[in-house]
């Protein structure tokens, strides 16, 4: 049972470097090089309960609503300054939204605007967009067009999803949080008692 916390620590950290660029990488970002001596701040890439919460709500969120390879990273590194969260875990978080889940959440999105918003979106044009890998300055230009209040439902059910996915994960993590050091403690009063039991054990022997 005393290994089971460094197993379970290792697997998280494991799959985090996984999904997350280095701290060196990043700062050698185009987006972020101007930003660089503040996004290296230690308290950005520190695991705290307050820091990994915040940085899984805007992971969800940037990840979802900004669909652009090269931009999500760079943007959860940039908004992690005002909002004090941990780098490492938004810049994983982004990655839920991938080419597998991508399709699902378009299509979605557009639902929800039709529904919410009354608009008649055409879920092919968005497909369109991500599958050309458009850039931020040629959405705008297609948002400042004849085709942006075609796209607009789109958008509008991609930010509700987007606000309810950092909401959701910024829960869970709290609840994934307090429970992980509620485990912890756990196993360190077993580990105490089991030593204190041990001692008894070999001072009865002894005597």
Do not use: C
């Not at 050698?28 to 930003?35: A, G, I, L, M």
């Amino acid at each position: 049972m005393s290994g089971g916390e460094p197993r379970d620590k290792a697997a998280v950290m494991n799959w985090i470097r996984r999904n997350s660029p280095t701290r060196e990488d990043l700062l050698e970002s185009r987006f972020v090089k101007p930003f660089a001596h503040r996004v290296a701040h230690s308290h950005l890439w520190r695991f705290t309960r307050t820091s990994v919460r915040r940085g899984t709500a805007l992971g969800l969120f940037v990840g979802i609503f900004f669909l652009i390879p090269g931009v999500q990273i760079a943007g959860v590194a940039l908004l992690a300054l005002p909002f004090r969260a941990n780098i490492p875990i938004g810049a994983a978080m982004t990655f839920l939204s991938n080419p597998l889940t991508t399709p699902f959440i378009l299509a979605a999105s557009v639902w929800l605007g039709n529904v919410l918003f009354g608009l008649r979106t055409n879920v092919a044009d968005l497909y369109v967009l991500y599958d050309e890998g458009a850039s931020l300055i040629e959405w705008w230009h297609l948002f400042t067009a004849n085709a942006g209040p075609a796209l607009l439902g789109g958008v509008a059910g991609l930010f509700v999803i987007s606000v309810v996915s950092a909401v959701v994960g910024y829960v869970l993590a709290s609840v994934g949080w307090d429970a992980w050091i509620r485990l912890r403690w756990r196993r360190k009063i077993r580990r105490a008692r089991d030593k204190r039991l041990e001692a008894s054990t070999s001072d009865t022997v002894a005597g």
